[in-house]
């Protein structure tokens, strides 16, 4: 079955740099990559998807590009504000079937 | 638009004790649906899943179940409770588009 790793687990990146958390993937057949984010004591919301027909989707200050060849994915959040303080989660699947979440990464913003 | 509630909010029960926590959507039909647990600090662990009314998949083999008795309710229960039960139990819905979205959860404290 599809297995997603997540790197790195703890992110800490100084107010107004950038943060960059990378995914890979397992099944080749896998075409939706959603990522959420999770504030403390709250459920995850779905902030960016993309799916395979794309190999890059922007959202204001978050991007997120997919490289179906090498199997990978990654969310891009540029000048960083203390609000994107949580914890995101990628997944992956094949759009008719459940969604398979790596392990998170908390991302720390340093004033 | 849909929505997706969870009840109770917060709960305390004693090892050994019955659970039964329940989640509906409104807004839609036919849903799939999922059940998470998320223990502290860490990610999200899959449970059941549901693409019908009394068809529920297991993910993972332990003393809880699971029931779908109407479209768009979704049960979790337990006979007995383990002190391990304790988390974050979200309840997801996804429709005819791939996108899952998650409810605002259940605490569970099991003492």
């Known amino acids: 079955g599809e297995n997603v790793e997540q790197h790195p687990s703890t992110l800490s990146v100084q107010e107004g740099d950038s943060a960059v958390i990378k995914c890979t993937y397992s099944?080749?057949?896998?075409?939706?990559f959603p990522w959420y984010k999770q504030e403390l004591g709250k459920r995850p919301q779905l902030i960016i998807d993309?799916?395979?027909?794309?190999g890059e989707k922007k959202d204001q200050r978050i991007a997120v590009t997919l490289n179906k060849t090498a199997k990978h994915f990654s969310l891009h959040i540029t000048e960083t504000q203390p609000e994107d303080s949580a914890v995101y989660f990628c997944?992956?699947?094949?759009?008719?079937?459940?969604?398979?979440f790596g392990k998170g990464t908390r991302l720390h913003i340093l004033p | 638009s849909q929505t997706i509630h969870q009840w109770p909010a917060t709960l305390v029960q004693p090892v050994g004790s019955p659970l039964s926590l329940e989640c509906t959507v409104e807004?839609?039909?036919?849903?799939?649906l999922y059940w998470y647990r998320q223990a502290a600090g860490r990610g999200l662990q899959l449970l059941f899943y549901?693409?019908?009314?009394?068809?529920i998949s297991s993910e993972v083999p332990q003393n809880l179940s699971a029931s779908r008795p109407q479209d768009r309710q979704f049960i979790l229960s337990s006979k007995k409770l383990l002190l391990s039960d304790s988390g974050f139990y979200l309840c997801?819905?996804?429709?005819?588009?791939?996108?899952?979205?998650f409810g605002p959860g259940t605490r569970l404290t099991v003492t």
């Open positions: 997801a819905w996804s429709g005819t588009v791939y996108e899952q979205y």
């Open positions: 099944d080749s057949a896998s075409n939706y």
């Open positions: 993309i799916r395979s027909n794309v």
């Open positions: 997944a992956a699947s094949k759009g008719y079937d459940k969604i398979i």
């Open positions: 807004g839609t039909s036919n849903p799939n």
């Open positions: 549901s693409v019908g009314i009394g068809q």
